[in-house]
């Protein structure tokens, strides 16, 4: 499968506790995006970076969270301190220089108890 | 920043019907315009787009317009089947593009 994968799919963690998403793009994609998506709503940008560089960063999102791409291939995003509402599908996306057309990853489910 | 309308939420149509699905923008920077299909617990996978210097697309049984002066666009699917039923999402955007998706609307067809 040559498209955006991400790993785990599934995150199931307590309150107060740590968690690191990863996100491999499609491989000559140069731009990768994070998206957060909740029941019944659209998926709402977190974080954007083209190669190693992060472009841009919501302002809803909070300093819990933070997100590399080291080597301007995979990236990862990382939530510490997990609050119960940060319980939502993560989605990383990915296109290439030039055009606009982004591919999604099928997302991680995470679930704080 | 961009903001992005959707309606209807909720669109129940029978098989073979046409259904529309109609987005609004605030940026009149924005210039591309993606639709895109999520069918329940999968990704959302793109469908169709549109550019700015384009008034209407079309492929198959999917077509899309933009009006620019209006800052609307909409998605037409005709003759749907079952299998169209998903959440569909518009989305708009332009410069850097960081896309503003709409809430969804969930498109049901009955056999």
């Known amino acids: 499968d040559t498209g955006v994968s991400q790993d785990p799919r599934h995150k199931i963690t307590k309150r107060g506790q740590n968690v690191t998403f990863r996100c491999d793009p499609i491989?000559?994609?140069?731009?990768l995006y994070w998206y957060r998506q909740t029941l019944g709503q659209g998926p709402e940008f977190l974080t954007y970076f083209q190669n190693e560089a992060q472009l841009e960063k919501s302002r809803l999102l909070s300093d819990r969270f933070s997100a590399e791409r080291p080597k301007g291939s995979f990236s990862t995003l990382e939530i510490q301190r997990t609050e119960q509402g940060d319980s939502a599908m993560y989605l990383c996306a990915s296109r290439g220089g030039g055009a606009e057309t982004q591919y999604f990853g099928p997302g991680t489910r995470l679930l704080v108890l | 920043g961009e903001n992005v309308e959707q309606h209807p939420s909720t669109l129940s149509v029978q098989e073979g019907d046409s259904a529309v699905i109609k987005c609004t923008y605030s940026?009149?920077?924005?210039?591309?315009f993606p639709w895109y299909k999520q069918e329940l617990g999968k990704r959302p996978q793109l469908i169709i787009d549109i550019r700015s210097n384009v008034g209407e697309k079309k492929d198959q049984r999917i077509a899309v317009t933009l009006n620019k002066t209006a800052k609307h666009f909409s998605l037409h699917i005709t003759e749907t089947q079952p299998e169209d039923s998903a959440v569909y999402f518009c989305?708009?955007?332009?410069?850097?593009?960081?896309?503003?998706f709409g809430r969804g609307t969930s498109l049901i067809v009955h056999p």
């Open positions: 491989s000559e994609h140069n731009r």
């Open positions: 989305a708009g955007g332009g410069g850097s593009y960081i896309p503003t």
């Open positions: 940026d009149s920077a924005s210039n591309y």
